[in-house]
């Protein structure tokens, strides 16, 4: 089995910043795309960015230049950094890694369970 662990959500005033971590653990052979997307209420889930297992990252045109996203290959862990924080960026975040399970395995979609982010003065 494999289990996605989020952390780093809360409750910050405009302009701030909050770091999410999402870790995965268990059976794990090896990962590929790790990505983080967001869900507001009453709205779809959207992409936010992702990074390849080469460290090429791609970003929603909404938080380019404020966010980033980073990896840690020895830890199975994506990270989000999240600076200058608007009320729009207030939703549920889930991460999202493609993980190979076996040798020779196919890659699969596992979810982190969401945190959330509340951005308000």
């Known amino acids: 089995q494999v289990q996605l662990v989020e952390s780093g959500g809360g409750l910050v005033q405009p302009g701030e910043s909050l770091r999410l971590s999402c870790a995965a653990s268990g059976s794990i052979i090896s990962i590929n795309t790790m990505g983080w997307y967001r869900q507001a209420p009453g709205k779809q889930r959207e992409l936010v960015a992702h990074?390849?297992?080469?460290?090429?990252?791609n970003y929603a045109d909404s938080v380019k230049g404020r966010f980033t996203i980073s990896r840690d290959n020895a830890k199975n862990t994506v990270y989000l950094q999240m600076n200058s924080l608007k009320p729009d960026d207030t939703a549920v975040y889930y991460c999202?890694?493609?993980?190979?399970?076996?040798?020779?395995?196919?890659?699969?979609?596992?979810w982190g369970q969401g945190t959330q982010v509340t951005v308000s003065s």
């Open positions: 990074i390849s297992s080469g460290g090429s990252t």
């Open positions: 999202n890694q493609e993980i190979r399970r076996r040798w020779a395995g196919p890659f699969e979609n596992y």
